[in-house]
């Protein structure tokens, strides 16, 4: 049995889960199955041998991926990520940053950020005035 840690709601969230999982399971067989007998009667002269056991087969390696998934996400909520939450950005804060900017004759002038503070007015959206460096 089953126990949950939500008590009667979670042993029915978890029934709808299973029932869900079976569903899942029955349709991948059929879609499996009808589209190996499509792609390959249309590609080929004839569909291949064995079919009535390899499409259950790949459904049931499909469900079995989904069911340990759904297993480790329910004994440890948010341990996996949505496979559209992937960054290859590294976020790093600074405390100081530099910005050397090029003047008219090739000449650099450095500037710390701290010195160009309010560049943008949110408010009137338009660009303020760059406050001096001090120094």
Known sequence: MIRSRLGALGN?????VILTLIAVAIGFGILFWTG???AQGYFYDSPTSGLSWR????AAVLTL???IWCTIEYYAPNSTGAID???????TSVKKFWSVRPLNAGEEKDKPIAAIENLYDKEKEKPKKEKPAKG
């Open 55 to 58: 499409a259950p087969a790949a």
């Open 36 to 38: 190996t007998l499509w």
């Open 12 to 16: 029915f969230a978890m029934f709808t």
């Open 85 to 91: 939450d992937f960054s290859i950005e590294e976020i």
């Open 65 to 67: 991926f989904l069911t």
